[in-house]
């Protein structure tokens, strides 16, 4: 996947991880990957394996995640947090052969007779990475990514955000994570640059972190991002060297984009992009329509239309299905998960709603997430948004809950202070039409998020 031998020749002395306590340059780095590599090809790893690989984000999971794609092996990463069930869930679902840790033996894969990749679809490339969707909608699926597709998808990251050698990428977002492992990991690597593990997750021991370190560059979910705003008191120039901040994972709100702005001086890159298609569109100054923040332009090289239900091109400023036509597109699902659908060629359906205005991308919801409600359709993010403009609300989620024979509105809420199911039906009763203020409205103390920050719906 990268091409070691250019690392180590153009940037040897150069550091390629910075921790709390240690540097390791290119030259080492590329050290500890041939030799972890001649190690796993020597207890019988070949190429076109499939490995499940749980990841940290540590020096140790870099090293390893690249011998595997070192030695030809296909790697799916998994979040740590998974339990054993998920974790075998998606072993299957990809077909994994071995599965491994960041340090320590591989294993042959449970049951990896029946797991092993068969019948699925046959393509032009072998794929070198298995990425789970993230879940927020159903049950996750596993995009698969050739060699290629990869160094493509870090190739626009790389361009996107003018990334040079001299840069320092804190590494805020999971492995496990798309942007995390494609655009973090890799991307950083193949330009030269550093990657910087702030030590702790806490906010404030990350922004210290990141002032100690001289970082340029910080991308996370907006959730942590906001997080960092409330830890800030004090510390409000720690963020003083970063030139770029990338918000990415889960929908940017104007009040996170504002706050985070007013906090740190630092504009606030609305990213967006998929497993599936890679990175696709950027917004780098926050532009919005009324209190919506754009989800921007296309990357280089990444074109984007929208289409109708017969695949006909929509005008501007007319809802339509975000399709995406990028040298990074994936070549489909394992083991044929819902067959080729989304995938036509080079092109994915995302299945997210958008808008053009002045050529600059919104995001209009979810296809599959439209409510119905005595015929009429409800976009759950739409109510979401609004919910969230309650000066007492901090987090919300809308979901239908079927009542008989028909389907309504319900809201789960997490607020501050003393707030009742009335008084935000009232609030919301003042933007929405009446059959989208929801019918239920239920307080919780905290709404189920996987380890990126993005909402699982399914637990509601």
Known sequence: MLDLARLSREFG?????????AETTYADLVKLVSTQASWLEGVGMASGDRVSLVCDEDRATVVRALALLECGCAVMPLSAQF????????QAAFGAQWTANAV?????????????????????????????????TG????GLKSASQLRAYAAIYVEGLS???????????????????????LGTLSAGASLVFPGSRHPRKVMAAISAQGVTILGSTPTFLDLMVRFSEGVTDQLAAVRVCVATGEPLSQRIALRFAETFGKTLWNNYGSSEAGPITVDRQNTAHGDAIAL?????????????????????????????????????????QEGSRPFDGDRFFTGDLGVLRDGALYFAGRRKLLLNTAGRKVDPSEVEHI???????????????????????????????ALTAGELMGFCNESLAAYKVPRIVEFRTSLPRNDTGKLMRTAL
């Not at 002395?13 to 306590?21: F, G, H, M, Q, Y």
Request: charged share 25%; glycine share 12%; hydrophobic share 40%.
């Open 13 to 21: 002395s150069r550091p390629a991880i910075i921790e709390p306590d």
């Open 83 to 90: 339990g054993a069930d998920e974790r075998r869930q998606a």
């Open 104 to 136: 320590g033996p591989v294993e042959r894969a449970v049951a990896s007779g029946e797991a092993a990749p068969g019948g699925e679809m046959t393509f032009a490339e072998p794929p070198v990475l298995g990425m789970l969707s993230s879940g927020s």
């Open 139 to 142: 049950t996750p699926k596993v």
């Open 163 to 185: 990334l040079t050698p001299a840069d320092r990428v804190a590494v805020l977002l999971p492995f496990s994570f798309t942007y995390g492992f494609n655009s973090v990991m």
């Open 296 to 336: 921007g332009r296309p990357y280089t090289g990444v074109e984007v239309t929208l289409r109708d239900e017969q695949d006909r091109l929509v005008p501007d400023g007319e809802i339509g299905e975000i399709v995406v036509r990028s040298p990074a597109t994936g070549l489909g699902y394992a083991s044929g």
């Open 387 to 417: 919910l969230l403009q309650h000066p007492q609300v901090t987090d919300a989620a809308v979901v239908g809950h079927r009542d008989g024979d028909r389907e309504v509105v319900r809201a789960v809420v997490v607020a501050e202070g």
